[in-house]
């Protein structure tokens, strides 16, 4: 069996406006240690991570404990968030249409799109292993909800301020098998 444990990165400083380089907070730098904690209990054979500071540095302790490198993927990126990113009711407007994107923006759909092609990949290339990949809140949901489509905007509600984040999803081959909330801590946006 092939278990995948998605990390979504701890508190990031939102005064940071670059997406990409958006740094971790002190506490969401602190909360690391509680990340790599809970990671070592498992047997983790290779990391993956989208390239944004933020879901990179979020396992980087879990992986320099361990002596192994981070393998970056454009395709894990978080959502590109255009104008109107942060308008009420927009969570909810791209949960109940896929394909709606803000103004300069990316739909649900490309991101999961994309995400899934790089699991698939991963998937291929690391058949029953344990793999850790940094991720983000909305492509870690595009991702649970391809595989149960139940999971959409009150999933995704629901975890919102969980930073970090740990779930673990199961496959045989590439076929999902099922998934266990492992670990998260309460932080606010700040």
């Keep these: 069996m092939t278990k995948i444990y998605f990390v979504r990165h701890a508190q990031p400083d ?9 740094p971790l907070t002190p ?18 054979d290779c990391f993956y991570s989208s390239p944004y500071k933020r879901s990179y540095d979020t396992i980087a302790l879990c992986a320099k404990r361990l002596g192994m490198i981070i393998h970056t ?10 104008a109107d990113a942060h308008v009420e009711g927009i969570f909810q407007k791209r949960w109940d249409d896929f ?7 990316e739909s649900i759909e490309s991101v999961q799109s994309r995400n899934i092609e790089a699991l698939q990949e ?4 690391h058949m029953d292993k344990n793999i850790v990949i940094g991720t983000h809140g909305t492509a870690l949901s595009s991702i649970l909800n391809y595989y149960d489509k139940t999971f959409g905007a ?5 975890l919102y301020n969980w930073m ?3 779930i673990r999803l199961d ?15 309460v932080r606010q946006y700040v």
Excluded: Q, W
């Design 122 to 125: 991963v998937l291929d290339k």
């Design 154 to 158: 009150n999933g995704f509600i629901r």
């Design 99 to 105: 394909n709606f994107c803000e103004p300069d923006g």
């Design 164 to 166: 970090p984040f740990i």
């Design 27 to 44: 506490l969401g730098l602190s909360d690391r240690a509680a990340v790599a904690d809970v990671l070592s209990r498992f047997p983790i």
């Design 73 to 82: 993927d454009e395709r894990f990126l978080e959502r590109i968030g255009g």
């Design 171 to 185: 496959f045989v081959g590439k076929k999902y098998m099922g998934r266990e909330e492992i670990f998260h801590l």
């Design 14 to 22: 939102e005064s940071c406006a670059d997406d990409r380089t958006r």
